[in-house]
Every structure is written in C-alpha cells, then in structure tokens.
C-alpha cells in the first residue's frame, strides 16, 4: 500500500528556533494536510492545502506556522519561533479528494526545550 | 460541551470477549463520522466510516443515532491485536470543511 512518509521521526530543537518538518504525501494525492498530537492529548487539526494554497485552517495555526509545497512531492510545515507547548507529534495526512480516507504518515515526534 | 467526547477507558476485556465504545458529538450537522484505530505512538489508521444505516465489517460493527448524536463500535470475538486506542472521529458540516475531529479516545486491553 502506498504510504505517506515524514522526516525526520525526531527532532528536537531549542526554544525559540525555527524547525522544518517534511513529509512526501501520496504521489496521486490532491489534499495534504498537518495534524499534531500533544502527549496523551486528541489528535487535532493544523491545516489543509489543495492547489497550492491553504484551503482551511485551526486557530492553532497562528503567525508562527507556514506551509509550502517546494516541489512536486514535498510538503513542509515550518515553525518560525518554537514554544515549549510546540512539543508534540506531528502528522501529515494526504486525500486523493476531500471527502477520501485521509492516509497519515508515521509523525514527526517535536520536542522543543 | 466537548465536540467529540469518548469514554477514555481503560477498557480491559478477555480475549474472546465483546467489547462496546460509545461517542457523542455536539454539532448535530456534522456530516461523517468514522472510527479510527491508533496503537501507542503510531499514527492514526481508518479503521472504519459510520453510515446512517449501521455498517459491519468483520467482527466490526459501527452504529450511528443522528437524533441523539450518538455514534458506537462494537467488536466482537476480541483477538490481542484489537488491543489499542480507538478514536471517534467527525467531519464538522460545511461545504468547504477538510477537516476532521477528533475525540480523545478509547483506550482497549486485551488480555490473554
């Protein structure tokens, strides 16, 4: 089965730096999108982007967080300035439509110190 | 009022056993509705969608109650590798809506 795959599976940062998460969704995917998982909390929705542009967003995803597709097959979550309350498992999805089982990959685990 | 809320369990049952999860959700135009299977530290997997009419899978049975909000997963003939933490999971209403919601979970143990 095709697979979305994110790198790295860790990374730990100092508060206040800036850090790239990476994920290569499913070659024939339309719909990429970024959850986070804080330790021991629900899964909760960053954002979604199709065609190039950010179709929905969480209020969680602030001034800090950016999105981008680089190239044809990666998709990037940057945040700018971490917070101690960045520290989280991160999961990017990806939908051949909107209405399709989202497909996640393994996570990023984020921990900010 | 939490959007999705789950018994957060544990639930620890023998194998063999049949186990029930229970969820509410609170916006009543939600549109769908799915079950999701997450195992410690791993990502979120569709273990199944909901439909108005109840829908099986196996040893999977999901049910859905629009009028009292209420969605629930029945397994039957628990195996240990049922063992794992089982998330309601709603798509809110809108047109323009890509995303999911999630509920906390509901942590299963299966034990031999």
């Known amino acids: 089965e095709p697979e979305v795959t994110q790198t790295p599976s860790h990374q730990v940062t100092q508060m206040g730096q800036e850090v790239i998460l990476r994920c290569v969704p499913i070659?024939?995917?339309?719909?990429f999108y970024w959850y986070r998982q804080i330790l021991g909390q629900k899964v909760e929705f960053l954002v979604s982007f199709y065609n190039n542009e950010i179709s929905e967003k969480s209020e969680i995803f602030d001034d800090q967080f950016s999105v981008e597709r680089p190239d044809g097959s990666n998709f990037t979550l940057k945040i700018r300035s971490t917070k101690l309350e960045d520290s989280a498992m991160y999961f990017c999805?990806?939908?051949?439509?909107?209405?399709?089982?989202?497909?996640f990959g393994s996570g990023t685990q984020l921990s900010v110190l | 009022r939490k959007e999705v809320e789950q018994d957060p369990g544990p639930f620890n049952v023998p194998e063999g056993a049949t186990v029930a999860f229970n969820c509410t959700y609170s916006n009543s135009a939600s549109q769908s509705f799915f079950w999701y299977r997450q195992d410690c530290r791993k990502e979120p997997k569709l273990l199944m969608s909901?439909?108005?009419s109840g829908n099986e899978d196996g040893r999977f049975t999901a049910q859905l109650n629009r009028a009292s909000q209420y969605i629930s997963l029945l397994i039957r003939d628990s195996k240990l590798s049922d063992s794992a933490t089982y998330l309601c999971?709603?798509?809110?209403?809108?047109?323009?809506?890509?995303?999911?919601?999630f509920g906390k979970g509901t942590k299963l143990s299966v034990i031999p």
């Open positions: 909901v439909y108005s």
């Open positions: 999971v709603v798509r809110p209403p809108g047109a323009g809506s890509y995303q999911l919601t």
């Open positions: 999805a990806s939908s051949r439509t909107r209405g399709e089982k989202l497909f």
């Open positions: 070659s024939n995917h339309l719909y």
